[in-house]
């Protein structure tokens, strides 16, 4: 077994939608978040990247066994040896591909490359190396039992033959670790979403412009600008007024130095554009700011659709801050939740049936969910890459709608919502997952709707749907029973909810004639609980 590497170069943050976000993603930003990231394949923070050499091995970790190989005291032995210690190494590599060497992937992998891990590490370059093809790189590592350390400096032709030089300090991040920057973590699966950034640019579009002809100006207010990436949408958009709030004061640093790098003033109070470094409750209070904003916009959008209080908070705006008239728009307008049945399941292994080690509970499927069922709040599953693991139970159901337009505080409140769910399939239900569609406008619908719902099981789609990357967006889900049903059963659940909290729960079966059918639906392990 041994430990490889690459060069590679991570997607360009300087075209987001037609701005320049490498303040929140860039290859220096990324150099501040830790020392080292795991990354799987679908991590948001390699999409798109570029491999600039071909993999070349640092270390061994395992040496095989073999006739040769010396055991304690030099014994030969017939088992394999953990090569253990401090070690270090310096190679030269030479790179395949030009562009900016931001980053070193490594991970371990066997004698055949098949066998290798399935979980990477990256180490970011607090100095990102530029390289052309065919260059020479010099690759310093050095290794611990727990710790590993890359460094990479551009190699020089030797002033005398036999004699290796490099040029410059190795751009290694180093034992120092400088203040992390988690904005980029929390944002890049948002920035690289590319369905998402265009949709919200159009709907922002639409909305000045519908409201300029309205009422001869655009007075923007937005929930939460994080990076600032609405906001200069609106101004792009040509909004007279644009305002935002952000409780992170350290987002709003990084959403200045976002706004300086796009040549967009981002000013203090009474300027065109505004942020202020406060809550949206705090703004509230602000008696001059009321009825003053003709657009609303935010994106408090989780897995759930409720997560991020978009509920109540634009209940809370149009009450307070948004002008009342014809010319007023809210992006989105419209968030419609549909739930489904689901019967999940660890799908065989090599052939291997696994499902006795992990019946009805999502674990050994999910990584890191364990026993997602057995405490309270919702999963967040990609449905979409778990496809192997799970069925559809039932036809998808719409479970509430709201019209995010015309919202009060009346409907901000704890309620219940019986929900009816046909069973298309004998066997085990275990899970329900649900998903929305967000409706920004006319033209626009942003929808998290699984593949396998496309237009299916009774679901459909809008024709103006845009489907984010799920990377950005997943899907929620909770598990509960195990419980048996047949085909053309109705399974009654009931929904409780705050507006952003949700969990479902099945009422317990009733006593009297129409009982039967309801009996099959007991828990089959409730005995066993």
């Known amino acids: 077994m041994r430990l490889m590497a690459a060069l590679v170069a991570p997607r360009s943050f300087t075209d987001v939608d037609g701005f320049d976000l490498r303040a929140v993603c860039g290859p220096e930003a990324l150099a501040r978040t830790a020392t080292h990231l795991l990354l799987d394949d679908d991590s948001a923070l390699f999409d798109g990247c570029a491999d600039l050499s071909g993999a070349f091995e640092l270390f061994p970790l395992w040496c095989a066994p073999s ?77 611990t039992l727990s710790q590993v350390r890359i460094a990479i400096a551009v190699a020089r032709a030797p002033d005398t033959e036999g004699e290796v030089a490099t040029t410059g300090a190795h751009a290694a991040l180093g034992g120092d670790v400088c203040q992390p920057n988690f904005a980029a973590l929390r944002h890049c699966p948002m920035l690289r979403d590319d369905a998402r950034n265009g949709a919200y640019a159009g709907a922002i579009r639409r909305a000045v412009s519908r409201a300029q002809k309205a009422s001869g100006e655009a007075s923007v207010f937005e929930i939460g600008s994080g990076t600032g990436l609405l906001l200069l949408m609106a101004a792009r958009a040509g909004a007279e007024h644009i305002v935002g709030c952000e409780v992170d004061s350290s987002m709003c640093d990084l959403a200045r130095r976002v706004a300086a790098d796009n040549a967009v003033p981002l000013g203090v109070p009474g300027e065109r554009i505004e942020l202020l470094p406060e809550s949206f409750v705090a703004t509230l209070q602000d008696a001059s700011r009321h009825r003053q904003s003709n657009v609303l916009m935010a994106e408090l959008l989780d897995d759930t659709g409720l997560g991020e209080q978009i509920w109540p908070f634009f209940a809370l705006a149009r009450q307070h801050l948004v002008a009342s008239g014809a010319g007023t728009t809210v992006v989105p307008r419209k968030l419609t939740l549909f739930a489904v049945l689901l019967a999940a399941e660890t799908a065989p292994v090599c052939g291997v049936d696994l499902w006795p080690l992990d019946p009805f509970w999502f674990c050994s499927a999910v990584p890191n969910l364990d026993a997602v069922g057995r405490r309270p709040g919702a999963a967040h599953l990609d449905l979409d890459a778990l496809e192997a693991h799970w069925a559809p139970a039932s036809g998808v159901a719409e479970v509430l709608s709201v019209d995010l337009a015309s919202v009060g505080l009346d409907s901000v409140k704890e309620q219940e919502l019986d929900v009816s769910f046909e069973v298309v399939r004998e066997g085990i239900i275990n899970g329900i997952a649900w998903f929305w569609h967000a409706e920004l406008d006319d033209e626009c619908t942003l929808v998290t709707t699984p593949t396998r719902f496309w237009n299916r099981h009774g679901h459909v789609v809008p024709a103006t749907a845009v489907r984010g990357s799920r990377r950005c967006w997943k899907q929620a889900a909770q598990a509960f029973g195990p419980v048996w049903a047949q085909p053309g059963e109705r399974v009654a659940a009931r929904l409780r909810h705050n507006t952003i909290a949700m969990h479902w729960a099945f009422p317990s079966p009733q006593q009297g004639p129409e009982a039967d059918a309801e009996r099959r639906m007991l828990p089959l392990f409730a005995d066993l609980e």
């Open 67 to 143: 006739a040769d190989a010396g055991g304690p005291g030099g014994a030969p032995c017939d088992q394999g040896v953990l090569v253990r210690g401090e070690d270090s190494a310096t190679m030269e590599v030479v790179c395949t591909a030009a562009g900016t060497c931001a980053a070193v992937e490594f991970w371990w992998e066997g004698l055949d490359p098949c066998c290798r891990s399935a979980v990477r590490a990256a180490q970011w370059l607090r100095a990102p190396l530029v390289v052309e093809i065919g260059q020479r790189v010099v690759v310093t590592a050095t290794r």
